[in-house]
């Protein structure tokens, strides 16, 4: 076994940041959400009521929010405040997946395995478990992505659009894996590949993944999520078909 030299070691390694107050700060933030019942678009108390609440400097309670910011959990709107963008529950973790070595075309399609995967069970869990004012927010956001999209946008919208209904699962655990692909799966509602039209297809199966879990229909829903995420598979495929 080849052993290192203090010096190599000391060059190799970094000192290591306790980030305990950082966990404890977004744990007691979760237990306050979800004891207010407070709802994603819904705004969280001030930077100055938490400190206080907390016992913790301003600067403390950015960095830990920081944190929620870059897995989306939450959007830092500039003189408005904090705004709760998905829904939390004490069994949520705070973690990222990233890819070690980024290959455009095979990375995406991997990325679309793996949301074939949640999303479909997802839509299913949704049309079984979500609330009457739950499946009404789900139907505006479909109505504002779909009047985004006719005004060539719409990515954001579509965000929107889906992490709706995997908060509305009933399973913490659902946001917190979409939440932890973040950064991966916005490769794919930015068009990392700048393909023309990109998705157009599969617009309306938003429409049609809503109804059935409107209707409380899960293997129908389930059934229309996975059409939607082939039927952007078929274009990456048939785009780079030497690479697929």
Same mark, same amino acid.
């Given at each position: 076994?080849?052993?290192?030299?203090?010096?190599?070691?000391? =060059?190799l390694l970094k000192p290591?940041?306790?980030?305990s107050l950082d966990l404890a700060i977004l744990e007691s933030l979760t237990a306050f959400i979800e004891s207010q019942?407070?709802?994603?678009?819904?705004? *969280?108390?001030?930077?100055?009521?938490?400190?206080?609440?907390l016992g913790v400097g301003r600067s403390t309670l950015r960095e830990a929010l920081k944190r929620w910011e870059a897995l989306g959990i939450i959007e830092m709107r500039k003189g408005s405040g904090a705004f709760?963008?998905? !829904?939390?529950?004490?069994? *949520?973790?705070?973690v990222s997946l990233v890819l070690e070595r980024p290959s455009r075309v095979r990375n995406l399609l991997q990325i679309l395995q793996v949301r074939?995967?949640?999303? =479909?069970?997802?839509?299913? *869990?949704?049309a079984l478990h979500a609330s009457d004012q739950e499946i009404a927010a789900i139907e505006a956001a479909l109505v504002k992505m779909e009047a985004a999209y006719a005004r060539n946008g719409g990515s954001e919208e579509?965000?929107?659009?889906?992490?709706?209904?995997? !908060?509305?699962? =009933?399973?913490?655990?659902?946001?917190?894996?979409i939440q932890s692909m973040r950064d991966l799966l916005h490769?794919?509602?930015?068009?990392?590949? !700048?393909l023309p039209d990109f998705a157009h297809a599969s617009h309306p199966l938003h429409r049609t993944m809503y109804v059935a879990i409107a209707r409380r229909d899960p293997d129908g829903a389930r059934?229309? !999520?996975?059409?939607?995420?082939d039927s952007v598979q078929q274009e990456i495929r048939e785009a780079f078909p030497d690479e697929a």
């Open positions: 076994m080849v052993k290192l030299r203090k010096v190599e070691v000391a =060059g290591v940041r306790p980030r019942s407070i709802l994603p678009q819904n705004r *969280l108390p001030s930077e100055r009521a938490m400190c206080e609440a709760l963008k998905v !829904a939390v529950s004490p069994n *949520l973790l705070h074939r995967a949640l999303e =479909g069970e997802a839509a299913a *869990l949704c579509d965000w929107q659009f889906h992490q709706l209904i995997i !908060a509305a699962t =009933g399973n913490p655990f659902f946001p917190q894996i490769q794919l509602w930015e068009n990392a590949l !700048a059934a229309e !999520a996975w059409k939607l995420i």
